[in-house]
């Protein structure tokens, strides 16, 4: 006799889609402020001022992180880490300000898709045939979206496709780390370590910021700090091949910003191969709790009858 695995009790997928759904909408904002702010401020130092004032939200997370035991090999993971993500942030930052809010928001869709690959290659992780056909679909959404040969390929398209390389990296060493310290603490000393690596670059770069600059950063931070914290509540609510597709809204937000504030045109094949990475995504997360529910322990009562 076999038995299914229901959802835990807890779980509440109207309420996961819907804080995944408003995280998407206030990442969105954030990613247009930056393009509102333009190029005059420095990548390396708006980066280094989002992370800076969003230092302030760590407040409440001063005593675990004074109660933690960091080991040598864990600082120096979160060294590495904060390297890695300060300079994926630095080219991220650089990307917003260059192209179409819709093609930065297709184009990050692919961290997922780089962590994959980087979990086989360094982690050891075992990929099926299906995962890697779902990750050749994702790699040519890419291709559809730049179109190299049909369409000038501007230095933010190669920016914002070697941050989400990066960025693999950081989730990657982020993964290693939650396997020894709270979560918590691992997001917290990312925010530390980054203000950390950002800082020198920053100085070379130095411009004065105008107030009005300084508050669109703040805004930025608050909105960044809002945007992760209602997606932990989302995963929170409901398993991820609930709340996953909708992160593609997101594309359509960022699509709708783009043209009414900042008079961008709608490509449709930027909107394909968003579409091809995401079905990917969706795919991949959604083999991974089928094969998390086979390896589940089925209970005394279902080996009965």
């Not at 930065?104 to 980087?118: E, H, K, Q, R």
């Not at 050749?136 to 890419?142: P, W």
Request: hydrophobic letters at 60%; aromatic letters at 10%.
């Amino acid at each position: 006799m076999t038995q299914t695995v229901a959802a835990p009790a807890s779980s509440r997928p109207l309420h996961g889609v819907l804080w995944m759904l408003a995280a998407g909408l206030v990442f969105v904002v954030m990613t247009a402020l930056v393009k509102a702010l333009g190029p005059r401020i420095p990548a390396p130092q708006a980066a280094f001022l989002r992370y800076a004032m969003g230092l302030i939200f760590l407040l409440p997370m001063l005593r675990p992180i004074l109660n933690t035991r960091f080991t040598p090999k864990v600082m120096g993971l979160f060294a590495l880490r904060g390297l890695l993500h300060s300079g994926g942030v630095m080219l991220w930052f650089f990307a917003m300000t260059r192209i179409p809010l819709a093609e930065l928001t297709a184009l990050n869709y692919l961290s997922p898709i780089f962590v994959t690959i980087g979990a086989a290659l360094f982690l050891k992780e075992h990929l099926a045939f299906r995962r890697i056909a779902a990750i050749g679909v994702a790699l040519l959404g890419a291709v559809v979206i730049l179109r190299p040969g049909f369409r000038e390929i501007e230095p933010g398209h190669l920016a914002m496709l070697i941050a989400a390389t990066v960025f693999s990296g950081s989730y990657l060493l982020a993964k290693v780390l939650t396997d020894q310290i709270s979560p918590a603490v691992v997001v917290s000393m990312l925010s530390v370590w980054v203000t950390l690596g950002l800082a020198p670059f920053a100085a070379v770069v130095w411009v004065t910021p105008t107030a009005t600059e300084l508050l669109m950063l703040l805004g930025v931070a608050c909105f960044a700090t809002a945007g992760h914290y209602l997606m932990t509540l989302a995963m929170r609510a409901a398993p991820l091949t609930v709340t996953q597709p909708v992160t593609f809204l997101q594309l359509v937000w960022a699509t709708l910003m783009g043209v009414l504030l900042f008079h961008e045109s709608v490509d449709f094949w930027v909107l394909v191969g968003a579409g091809m990475i995401l079905a990917a995504i969706s795919f991949i997360t959604w083999r991974e709790a089928v094969l998390r529910r086979r390896n589940v322990t089925p209970p005394v009562t279902a080996t009965k009858g």
